[in-house]
């Protein structure tokens, strides 16, 4: 399988009002796409600044070819994590909706979300902790990658910085993402930190690779 890296630069205006809890900024970006093999090329750090109550954003992330990825696809795959990473953060510490349907279509990974997304926030609701609720959250793109080959897909790592109503703290996750049938889906989403539920319950020592891993049935039972 041949792997190319793609090196991302966003650049980013921000609005300088605050905005409502149900609106979000609008961001101008522009991408460079690198070949890791040229002389010149270096790890771009990609920020996204997410305000507001993206879990009520309903949004549709459209790949440029209907049958396969593209390099172009790689801001729209970056942009439809980072929305669904704030989204899942929203969702677990205040309890908003979180609309699954618009990033996974598999069933068994929308499952375990769902499990994910009800366990943390029942957990905090428990330790009276969702009193502290998200303000904002701050992603950046320590890397994309594109595999190419029969079920070519993008892998991103990204690092979120949550803010709360008091202080604040950041994990990293990684997701697959594939075109299906025109729009882009997350296939894989994998959160190692300590303490983690993905450390918890699929172990702190995955690699995330396999783009058809949420297809296998008996490896899907380890899981429930």
């Given at each position: 399988?041949?792997?190319a890296?793609?090196?991302?630069?966003?650049?980013?205006?921000?609005?300088?009002?605050?905005q409502?809890?149900?609106?979000?900024?609008?961001?101008?970006t522009?991408?460079?796409?690198?070949?890791?093999?040229?002389?010149?090329?270096?790890?771009?750090?990609?920020?996204?600044?997410?305000?507001?109550?993206l879990?009520?954003?309903r949004?549709?992330?459209?790949?440029?070819?209907?049958?396969?990825?593209?390099?172009?696809?790689?801001?729209?795959?970056?942009?439809?994590?980072?929305?669904?990473?704030?989204?899942?953060?929203k969702?677990?510490?205040?309890?908003?909706?979180?609309?699954?349907?618009?990033?996974?279509?598999?069933?068994n990974l929308?499952?375990?979300?769902?499990?994910?997304?009800?366990?943390q926030?029942?957990?905090?609701?428990?330790?009276?902790?969702?009193?502290?609720?998200?303000?904002?959250?701050?992603?950046?793109?320590?890397?994309?990658?594109?595999?190419?080959?029969?079920?070519?897909f993008?892998?991103?790592?990204?690092?979120?910085?949550?803010?709360?109503?008091i202080?604040?703290?950041?994990e990293?996750?990684?997701?697959?993402?594939?075109?299906?049938?025109?729009?882009?889906?997350?296939v894989?989403?994998?959160?190692?930190?300590?303490?983690?539920?993905?450390?918890?319950?699929?172990?702190?020592?995955?690699?995330i690779?396999?783009?058809?891993?949420?297809?296998n049935?008996?490896?899907v039972s380890?899981?429930?």
């Amino acid at each position: 399988m041949k792997r190319a890296y793609l090196l991302l630069m966003i650049v980013l205006t921000l609005s300088a009002c605050e905005q409502t809890n149900t609106s979000t900024d609008e961001d101008n970006t522009a991408v460079v796409v690198g070949d890791t093999n040229a002389k010149d090329s270096k790890n771009t750090e990609i920020l996204l600044s997410t305000k507001g109550d993206l879990s009520k954003v309903r949004s549709e992330f459209l790949a440029q070819n209907e049958s396969d990825l593209s390099a172009g696809d790689s801001e729209t795959a970056y942009k439809m994590c980072a929305e669904a990473l704030s989204a899942y953060y929203k969702a677990i510490w205040n309890g908003s909706d979180i609309d699954l349907d618009t990033y996974i279509d598999n069933e068994n990974l929308k499952q375990y979300t769902q499990k994910k997304v009800a366990s943390q926030y029942d957990l905090f609701l428990k330790n009276k902790l969702t009193y502290n609720q998200v303000t904002s959250v701050d992603i950046g793109a320590r890397q994309v990658e594109y595999v190419g080959g029969d079920k070519s897909f993008f892998y991103l790592k990204l690092d979120a910085r949550v803010h709360k109503d008091i202080g604040n703290f950041a994990e990293p996750t990684e997701f697959l993402v594939q075109n299906s049938n025109g729009k882009l889906v997350i296939v894989d989403w994998y959160t190692n930190s300590k303490d983690s539920f993905d450390s918890f319950v699929r172990g702190d020592t995955q690699t995330i690779d396999n783009p058809d891993i949420w297809n296998n049935s008996e490896w899907v039972s380890t899981m429930n």
